[in-house]
């Protein structure tokens, strides 16, 4: 597993170093993101892309933060530049995936460039985010799980382990996907 920063439930640290790898990019100084809204999506980017080109890891995660980093900020045109930075970053990074076989998973956790209007909403959203599966081998062998009430990001970890190949854990919440038996 290759994971940038954490994913461990807002911990930092290992729960098994042996399994896990971490790369952090050092981030700018906050005062400066207004300025700099590109942040450093492209060295993240190239880190990730490098990953997934040595074809040694199962998994893994990354997070570009310029939408909610300088969403924060409430500069309309820094924000901007922000959603174009991560819309070229993320293509790169699937199409590297696709060429590598692999799948690949774009989401967000909370919505906040979406809504600069002229209140300048500078806070999260509650809007809802996607959920992409971008599967290049997908042969319908799983499909969207309709059943669920109401699908959020607790959802999402037994989807990743799903599409790994694994059950999920008792405890968690239902996949977003189903197979087709």
Same mark, same amino acid.
């Given at each position: 597993?290759?994971?940038?920063?954490?994913?461990?439930?807002?911990?930092?640290?290992?729960?098994?170093?042996?399994?896990?790898?971490?790369?952090?990019?050092?981030?700018?100084?906050?005062?400066?993101?207004?300025?700099?809204?590109?942040?450093?999506?492209?060295?993240?980017?190239?880190?990730?892309?490098?990953?997934?080109?040595?074809? $040694?890891?199962?998994?893994?995660?990354?997070?570009?933060?310029?939408?909610?980093?300088?969403? $924060?900020?409430?500069?309309?045109?820094?924000?901007?530049?922000?959603?174009?930075?991560?819309?070229?970053?993320?293509?790169?990074?699937?199409?590297?995936?696709?060429?590598?076989?692999?799948?690949?998973?774009?989401?967000?956790?909370?919505?906040?460039?979406?809504?600069?209007?002229?209140?300048?909403?500078?806070? $999260?959203?509650?809007?809802?985010?996607?959920?992409?599966?971008?599967?290049?081998?997908?042969?319908?062998?799983?499909?969207?799980?309709?059943?669920?009430?109401?699908?959020?990001?607790?959802?999402?970890?037994?989807?990743?382990?799903?599409?790994?190949?694994?059950?999920?854990?008792?405890?968690?919440?239902?996949?977003?996907?189903?197979?087709?038996?």
């Amino acid at each position: 597993m290759f994971k940038f920063y954490f994913f461990n439930g807002n911990r930092e640290g290992y729960i098994n170093s042996a399994c896990e790898k971490y790369v952090e990019i050092k981030s700018d100084p906050s005062e400066m993101i207004e300025d700099n809204p590109k942040m450093k999506a492209y060295e993240v980017t190239e880190e990730v892309i490098k990953a997934i080109n040595s074809e $040694h890891y199962k998994f893994i995660r990354v997070n570009l933060a310029n939408g909610d980093m300088v969403g $924060h900020t409430g500069n309309i045109k820094s924000a901007i530049i922000a959603a174009e930075t991560v819309n070229e970053c993320v293509n790169k990074i699937v199409d590297s995936v696709i060429n590598n076989n692999g799948i690949a998973i774009v989401t967000a956790d909370h919505g906040n460039l979406e809504d600069m209007s002229l209140e300048w909403q500078t806070s $999260h959203t509650c809007n809802p985010v996607m959920f992409n599966i971008i599967d290049p081998q997908y042969k319908e062998e799983y499909n969207i799980n309709y059943e669920l009430n109401n699908p959020g990001l607790g959802n999402i970890a037994a989807t990743i382990l799903n599409l790994l190949g694994f059950e999920k854990p008792e405890g968690y919440k239902k996949s977003l996907i189903k197979f087709v038996i």
